[in-house]
Structure formats: structure tokens, C-alpha cells
């Protein structure tokens, strides 16, 4: 049994062909997390989403600087993420909490610490903290690869057991794109060769950065699923080992 849990939701998850948010998808999402707390386990979700919701309510104008505009829907985007996780949270008896952070907060000792107190504060209180970055004020410097490199240091700094990555493959593939079950260290420099470093459309990570965030965290420890979070109870099916993903072997 896994007692705390990060879950990195990527963008192309929570996102429907169109660009527009998927509401069915954040609901089973929810359902699911609630599901594992109420069988006393702890969940820390890193979400992407908050510029798909900016351009749902938002057209800029006027803004030329590409970073900006990004900044400016963030911005009205995050108040829409946290309001549709609120909203149906707040359903199941369970109160959320934003946390957005820059590549910053773990460098310095103590923003790390103090991040890390609220986090173990929050999962204490019950509540579910929902994280994402904080694009309104991190520069290129500041900014993190992508989400799967934030929920990798989460993981890190709150030493889960577990470590889910939602995205919209079914883990990684070999060369005849059948899904890898396992890797471990035996297999992980074969296995490398197979993955290519395409991004999708929707985000700026791609299976490459999920794949070296991976195997670093089986490393030190932590337990690693990669699996299709479009697919019901994907989340649920990566506890009990029945998601149809890849699972990296943590080193113990």
C-alpha cells in the first residue's frame, strides 16, 4: 500500500482535441484521488492547464511578447484550473489547495523548507494540494523544463512512495510500439534507445524528460508509473499495478 502519491497531469490529459479543457476528464480525475484518500493515502496533484483555460476565456490583444501573452493567460487561466478542481473537490467533501512555485523555491533553502512544511500541513488537514507553476512571474531562468521535472522535485522533496504520470501515451514504447511493462536497472540503456524526444502539441515536456525524470526517481527510491490518463481509472489501475503502462522498479 502507497501512503503519499504525486500525480503530474499533463496538458494534452486534461485537454480535448480542440485546445478547449475536458471537464469529464477532471471529474474522473477527482473521483479517482478521492477514492485513494478515502483509503488513507496521501495525494499531491502537479497539473498543467492553466494557459488552455486562459484561451478559453481570453483572447489578448495588443501583447506582442510571446512570454507575455503567456503570462497574461496563465494568470486568468489559474483562477479557472483551481475553480473547476474547487468546484468538484468541494462535491466529495474535500477542500484543494493552490500551490504555484518557480524553479527558485528549490534552490533557495529556505523556500524549500517552508514549502515543504505547508505541504506536509496540508496533507495532514486532509486537504489536496494542487500544483503548478507559477508562470506570471518565472523568466526563462526560473522556468522549469516542464511539469514532469516539477512533479519530479515534489516527488523528491516530499519523498513519495509513488510517482503517476498521466499523459496521453500508454507508457513507453519499443521499436515495434508495443508498450514496455517494466524498467529497471537492467533494462533502463536499452530501453533509452527507443525513445525519441517528441513533444506534443499541447505541452513543452515530451517522453525523453519523462523517461530521465523516471529512472532518476526509481534511483532514489521512488516508485514510477507512465500511463494513459485518458483511459478510466488510470490513476486507481497504477496503484494496483493494472494500468497498462510502464512501470519503473525503484531501487531499494
Known amino acids: 500500500m502507497y501512503k503519499r502519491?504525486?500525480?503530474k497531469v499533463g496538458t494534452g490529459v486534461v485537454s480535448k482535441e480542440s485546445g478547449e479543457l475536458d471537464l469529464n476528464i477532471f471529474r474522473h480525475l477527482v473521483e479517482q484521488v478521492v477514492a485513494l484518500r478515502n483509503k488513507g493515502m496521501e495525494v499531491v496533484i502537479v497539473t498543467s492547464g492553466a494557459v488552455g483555460a486562459g484561451k478559453s476565456v481570453l483572447t489578448p490583444k495588443g501583447i506582442n511578447s510571446e512570454v507575455i501573452r503567456k503570462q497574461v493567460l496563465a494568470a486568468v487561466g489559474q483562477a479557472k484550473l483551481m475553480n473547476i478542481y474547487a468546484d468538484l473537490f468541494s462535491k466529495h467533501g474535500y477542500l484543494c489547495a493552490q500551490v504555484l512555485t518557480t524553479k527558485q523555491d528549490f534552490r533557495d533553502e529556505e523556500h524549500y523548507a517552508n514549502m515543504?512544511?505547508?505541504?506536509?500541513?496540508?496533507?495532514?488537514?486532509?486537504?489536496v494540494p494542487i500544483v503548478n507553476e507559477n508562470d506570471v512571474v518565472a523568466t526563462t531562468e526560473l522556468m522549469f523544463t516542464d511539469n514532469d521535472e516539477l512533479a519530479g522535485l515534489v516527488a523528491t522533496q516530499l519523498e513519495a512512495d509513488l510517482f503517476v504520470i498521466l499523459t496521453t501515451s500508454d507508457g513507453i514504447l519499443d521499436s515495434d510500439k508495443k508498450t514496455i511493462p517494466e524498467i529497471n536497472l537492467s533494462?533502463?540503456?536499452?530501453?533509452?534507445g527507443h525513445i525519441t524526444?517528441?513533444?506534443?502539441?499541447?505541452g513543452r515536456g515530451g517522453m525523453r524528460s519523462k523517461?530521465?525524470?523516471a529512472k532518476q526517481l526509481a534511483k532514489n527510491g521512488?516508485?514510477?508509473?507512465i500511463t494513459n490518463g485518458k483511459k478510466k481509472n488510470a490513476l486507481i489501475h497504477s496503484i494496483d499495478g493494472k494500468a497498462g503502462g510502464t512501470y519503473f522498479a525503484p531501487v531499494t
Do not use: H
Open 116 to 127: 515543504k512544511n505547508c505541504f506536509k500541513a496540508l496533507l495532514m488537514d486532509s486537504v
Open 5 to 7: 502519491i504525486i500525480v
Open 222 to 225: 521512488i516508485a514510477v508509473y
Open 211 to 213: 523517461f530521465t525524470i
Open 197 to 202: 524526444g517528441e513533444i506534443s502539441a499541447f
Open 187 to 192: 533494462n533502463s540503456a536499452s530501453v533509452s
